[in-house]
């Protein structure tokens, strides 16, 4: 299965470190192949680091690509992460 959407990042501080160190978590946690995209970059979801590079402020969108045995449930949990702001307060 292979899946693909845009999410927007509402949390004010962007896909900042504590962030992206949340996201890269719960991408791991997933038998799945996840890419996020933010214009002409890639990076790899489990990659700390890699997501860092593509620079996403508050407000911008990013192309969530999940393949694998459990592409769903991944995108979900991501799905919900950006829409929980990450679990941050603001």
């Known amino acids: 299965m292979s899946l693909t959407r845009r999410l927007k990042v509402v949390n004010r501080?962007?896909?900042?470190a504590r962030a992206a160190t949340r996201?890269?978590?719960v991408a791991n946690s997933?038998?799945?192949e996840i890419?996020?995209?933010h214009g002409d970059?890639?990076?790899?979801a489990n990659s700390v680091l890699a997501l860092l590079m593509l620079q996403t402020c508050q407000g911008e969108e990013v192309e969530v690509h999940?393949?694998?045995e459990q592409a769903e449930q991944a995108m979900d949990a991501i799905t919900t992460l950006f829409s929980s702001r990450f679990d941050e307060e603001d």
């Open 41 to 44: 970059q890639q990076a790899s």
């Open 13 to 16: 501080l962007g896909l900042h």
């Open 35 to 37: 890419e996020v995209s």
């Open 30 to 32: 997933f038998d799945a």
């Open 66 to 68: 999940c393949s694998g």
């Open 23 to 25: 996201l890269a978590q």
